[in-house]
């Protein structure tokens, strides 16, 4: 008898569940709209995700369109072609530089869900206007890779990185690492990373001054009436490198390596660090038998008071936004639904955090990262020691890594000295249109 | 008034021109038009309206110096991949028609390079480059090979200028093989009986009777030499420090990296007249020097 009830109490409740969401999906016009990625390699994993909001939205169809190798190539055929997709996902900077097209997300209908976006939102707001053109997708940080097998090796369980708070403590941390026969670094060439990552990110932030002070020495270096060369947080910057020249294990040639051999040299104990980011783990989580690894800071000075020095560098390089150029305002509104599932609903998290391994900046995260190197950057990040790099990453001309990243490699294989280094970032600069 | 007969000549015409012409126009002539339009203005890529600004991005592309210097880089690298892919093409050519026992085996093997993507090829070969021989180098004592070719700016154009012939040279092959193929017989017997040695047979006898071969590969070697990107990306991505970038790349990060699609459509502009002039007047000289049988 009492299994007959819960039969029919269950029966009961399907069917008004049922009711419920056929008379929520009646209380709205269908509305297609589409969705661009620049997050490669996972289609499938994104057409299952997406395949998951359509059930919880079933008035929503979403076309998905995923990205080629020329990611924004590919998104602007899209234009041309007047099928601008509803949602993207792109890189700050872009959103930035097409944001006359984008929606002030803080407009939309319930912008409510910006109160659990703990940090970002200023690498999607533009300067001197208050509009959000995009939801941050993923927190990245960024400073020198450890192999944790190694200093524990060296230096005991029980050592600390915080520790190497100075330029002078950094150079004992490599020299004891050295002596015990491991090569201290390796430093990645490729432009993109000499260019935006050690220079554009570490140059144009909190190092240099508030972000007034980072304005308006770039808006001086464009005027062209700026010497780099005199500024004392570049030439810090380039002390460093100097360090990280001398000691790369890669130096005898420099220029020859690529990023997957030197991050397996990383991931397999053959050199102790390298300076680049938790996005990485992308990579490395290919190789067998990986031995621990995290971030730590990268100091620039000797001032142990400095709390930069115990700092390493955080971005929001991807964010959610909307078109607003060629989709109709009922494409929009359900734009906004799926950008803000994507960034804050346990299915958008948890692709972001398991497949991608990227921290987020949210205060309703559960899904539990298995990217040791975002685990480290969660850390630095809940503990406030993040370098803001956003004017780099927001205002910066967009080709600076194109132009700049060859001359940082001149430097790096010896062609060039620092004074020819600065005085090419100013002439590109003051070349600018 | 048409007759029935002119009306189906019509109808014929219209069912076999239009297709194509109709492909040719929207695929070819509007997007080139287009494109010259846009030379003109200054565009973001996605607006509908477009700000006329004359010949103001023509003018800043002659007036940046890196414009030149890739265009001379590419001048350097076309004369070296048209010369070494059109000599290899040439004597694996030769030596494909000659009496090689599995010569079909070796062409096809010889052509597979062609069927390789140029990106996909340009990854393979910065592994080898950057790995291969340096292992090579380094465990026979041979210092020039101990270190990447692609880390230096001189050996890196060497580099891609390897690279881009062994693949282009596969395809040149082809051609010059139809063309020794279509050597007569009679003429290279004649020669023999005349005391013709097989140097005398080659120069005097089959070289001219394959220049329209020879033509038609020089051509080919110039325009792909001159429009290289898959490549040039791939193998050495303009480095070491912006010492390979083609004009080509150039071209593509002026546009989608710069987001200077009016200064990228210029220089485009200024390239196809170049490319332009330069085939057409190497299709003119080497036509005039063709043997009319």
């Known amino acids: ?433 | 008034m048409l007759t029935r007969r002119g009306w189906d000549t019509w109808k014929l015409i219209l069912l076999f021109f239009c297709p194509a012409l109709f492909i040719w126009l929207t695929a070819m002539v509007i997007p080139f038009l287009y494109g010259i339009f846009i030379s003109f203005t200054k565009w973001d890529g996605i607006a509908t309206e477009y700000t006329l600004i004359g010949t103001a991005n023509y003018v800043k592309v002659f007036n940046t110096s890196k414009f030149w210097i890739s265009l001379q880089k590419t001048g350097i690298y076309t004369v070296g991949t048209v010369v070494l892919s059109n000599l290899l093409g040439l004597m694996l050519g030769l030596l494909l028609t000659s009496s090689l026992k599995g010569r079909n085996a070796f062409r096809t093997a010889i052509y597979v390079p062609n069927v390789v993507g140029g990106v996909a090829m340009g990854y393979i070969w910065q592994y080898i480059f950057s790995y291969g021989f340096t292992r090579i180098g380094q465990s026979l004592g041979i210092e020039s090979l101990s270190t990447s070719m692609l880390s230096d700016p001189n050996r890196a154009m060497v580099a891609l200028v390897l690279v881009s012939s062994w693949q282009l040279s596969a395809y040149l092959m082809i051609i010059y093989v139809a063309g020794f193929t279509n050597v007569p017989g009679e003429l290279v017997e004649a020669a023999r009986v005349d005391g013709a040695n097989s140097w005398g047979v080659f120069w005097h006898v089959r070289m001219p009777m394959i220049r329209p071969s020879v033509t038609i590969c020089l051509f080919l070697a110039i325009v792909r030499s001159f429009m290289v990107f898959d490549i040039n990306l791939s193998l050495t991505d303009g480095g070491p420090f912006g010492s390979t970038e083609m004009i080509a790349l150039r071209i593509y990060n002026t546009a989608f990296v710069s987001l200077k699609f009016g200064n990228a459509q210029a220089q485009a502009v200024i390239l196809f007249l170049i490319v332009a002039v330069i085939s057409v007047l190497q299709a003119y000289f080497t036509q005039r020097r063709e043997v009319q049988m």
């Open chain 1, 1 to 433: 008898m009492f299994k007959k009830i819960l039969a029919i109490l269950t029966a009961l409740a399907m069917l008004l569940s049922l009711t419920a969401a056929f008379a929520e999906s009646e209380a709205h016009n269908p509305v297609t709209i589409s969705y661009y990625s620049t997050q490669a390699g996972v289609d499938e994993e994104t057409v299952a995700t997406l395949n998951e909001f359509m059930k919880e939205y079933p008035w929503i169809t979403v076309n998905y369109y995923p990205c080629g190798d020329d990611q924004l190539a590919a998104w602007l055929a899209l234009y041309s072609a007047n099928t601008a997709p509803t949602v993207s996902l792109l890189d700050c900077g872009q959103i930035l530089n097409y944001s006359d097209y984008m929606m002030d997300l803080t407009k939309a209908e319930d912008p409510s869900f910006f109160n659990h976006v703990l940090s970002g939102t200023d690498f999607f707001q533009k300067e001197g206007d208050s509009a959000i053109y995009g939801i941050p997708g993923s927190y990245q940080g960024f400073s020198l890779l450890y192999n944790k097998t190694i200093v524990k090796k060296v230096f005991g369980d029980d050592f600390n990185v915080d520790t190497v708070n100075t330029v002078d403590k950094l150079v004992e941390f490599f020299d004891k690492i050295e002596a015990a026969g491991y090569p201290s670094t390796v430093v990645f060439s490729a432009d993109w990373a000499l260019g935006a990552h050690y220079l554009g990110c570490q140059l144009f932030s909190e190092w240099l001054g508030d972000k007034a002070t980072q304005r308006q020495v770039m808006a001086d270096l464009k005027a062209g009436n700026y010497k780099l060369i005199e500024n004392e947080h570049f030439n810090h910057l380039m002390d460093v490198f100097d360090i990280l020249m001398a000691r790369n294990v890669n130096k005898a040639d420099p220029l020859a390596d690529t990023q997957e051999g030197d991050l397996e040299m990383l991931a397999h104990g053959k050199v102790a660090t390298m300076f680049q980011g938790d996005w990485n783990w992308l990579m490395i989580r290919n190789f067998e038998n990986i031995d621990e690894l995290g971030i730590m800071h990268l100091p620039l000075t000797n001032d142990e008071n400095d709390a930069r020095n115990l700092k390493i560098l955080g971005s929001c390089p991807k964010g959610y936004c909307v078109d607003t150029y060629q989709n109709t305002p009922e494409q929009q509104a359900a734009g906004v639904l799926l950008a803000q599932w994507l960034a804050l609903s346990p299915a958008g998290e948890d692709f972001m955090v398991r497949l991608i391994g990227s921290t987020l900046p949210f205060d309703n995260v559960t899904a539990v990262n298995e990217n040791p190197l975002a685990v480290s950057t969660q850390e630095y990040l809940n503990a406030g020691r993040i370098l803001d790099c956003s004017t780099y990453l927001c205002e910066a001309p967009t080709d600076f890594w194109l132009m700049v990243g060859p001359m940082m490699q001149k430097y790096l294989a010896g062609q060039t000295d620092r004074a020819g280094l600065a005085e090419e970032i100013q002439e590109y600069f003051a070349d600018l249109d």
